[in-house]
Nanobody, 120 residues
């Protein structure tokens, strides 16, 4: 059983910042693409940002310029720095680790999710 341990969610005012963390086993972290997804009430889960083992990043258009994903190999941890938060960023944020080559998925793991609420 692969465990991804998330932390850092909470309540923040619009314009504020939060940093999410996700710790993974070393064998997963060094090989898998790590990412953050979110799901708001009544909506489908959507990609927020991913970072591959080489450090290449991809962001949803809605968070470009405001969110930054990074990975720390010494800590086996991926971070999501969220700045200039908006009420529409309110969602449950989940960490993901995925290893896929072509059409074959070798592993796909999820954290338990952490609530981010942006409100006055």
């Amino acid at each position: 059983q692969v465990q991804l341990v998330e932390s850092g969610g909470g309540l923040v005012q619009p314009g504020g910042s939060l940093r999410l963390s996700c710790a993974a086993p070393g064998s997963i972290f060094s090989t898998y693409t790590m990412g953050w997804y979110r799901q708001a009430p009544g909506k489908l889960r959507e990609l927020v940002a991913i970072i591959d083992r080489g450090g290449t990043t991809t962001y949803a258009d809605s968070v470009k310029g405001r969110f930054t994903i990074s990975r720390d190999s010494a800590q086996n941890t991926v971070y999501l720095q969220m700045n200039s938060l908006k009420p529409e960023d309110t969602a449950v944020y989940s960490c993901n680790a995925r290893l896929r080559t072509g059409t074959i998925t070798y592993g796909d793991y999820w954290g338990q999710g952490t609530q981010v609420t942006v409100s006055t």
